[in-house]
């Protein structure tokens, strides 16, 4: 069946530091690809999306390149805040249903 | 700020109460879902409604029912919860997903379920 897997937490990084948090994903169709974040308190917001291989999702320094080839989905960014500190979840939908990882929970210290 | 508003934030019950969750978007969205958000486990999708009809129910126990009004509006009714039942209950939006399912769930933030 369709899933994704995405690397385990927590990630602690230093201010400015360059992330990279890995997801995979496997499905029967051509699905579309999603990246949420999660803050305390609050539900999953939409960071950014990619609906074909090899679209580039981008939104607030976050980049993430949907790869068929290797079925991945790797979220990136250059030099993280501390307001970045967050859960993310990787997604797909193949149009049935939406299949969200685990979670990866970050933290970026000063 | 979300289009999707979920009342209430917090809700404390004991196993015999009966209460309700709501949902409601302000996206123009014909898609509603529940969701399950318990710690360290995946999101697991409860009961979908597409254009006022429920599509999916993911072996929901009866103790949940979902019931939809209409596309702005989604409730939860809970009766006779158990201590597992214990999540955050989270309530998506979209629009009806085509082929390739390129449409974006917005989600409110949630109601905090702890049941005595």
């Known amino acids: 069946g369709d899933s994704v897997t995405q690397m385990e937490g927590p990630v602690t990084l230093s201010e400015e530091a360059f992330l990279t948090i890995n997801c995979t994903y496997t499905a029967t169709g051509y699905p579309s690809l999603f990246w949420y974040v999660q803050y305390p308190g609050e539900g999953l917001q939409l960071l950014l999306k990619?609906?074909?291989?090899?679209d580039k999702g981008s939104n607030k320094g976050f980049e993430a390149t949907y790869r068929k080839e290797t079925t991945s989905f790797h979220l990136e960014k250059g030099s993280v805040q501390v307001s970045d500190s967050a859960v993310y979840f990787c997604?797909?939908?193949?149009?049935?249903?939406?299949?969200f990882g685990t979670g990866t929970s970050l933290t970026v210290i000063p | 700020e979300t289009g999707v508003t979920q009342t209430p934030r917090h809700l404390v019950m004991g196993m015999t109460n009966k209460k309700s969750l709501k949902c409601e978007q302000h996206?123009?969205?014909?898609?509603m879902y529940w969701y399950k958000q318990s710690a360290k486990k995946p999101l697991e999708l409860m009961f979908v409604?597409?254009?006022?009809?429920?599509?999916e129910n993911n072996s929901v126990p009866s103790r949940f029912s979902p019931e939809c009004p209409n596309s702005s509006h989604l409730f939860l009714h809970l009766h006779t919860l158990q201590p597992e039942d214990s999540a955050l209950y989270l309530c998506?939006?979209?629009?009806?997903?085509?082929?390739?399912?390129?449409?974006?769930?917005?989600f409110g933030d949630g109601t905090r379920l702890s049941i005595l």
């Open positions: 996206l123009g969205h014909n898609a």
């Open positions: 990619a609906t074909k291989a090899d």
């Open positions: 998506a939006s979209s629009q009806a997903q085509g082929a390739g399912g390129n449409q974006p769930q917005h």
């Open positions: 997604a797909l939908s193949t149009g049935n249903q939406f299949y």
């Open positions: 409604y597409n254009f006022k009809e429920q599509t």
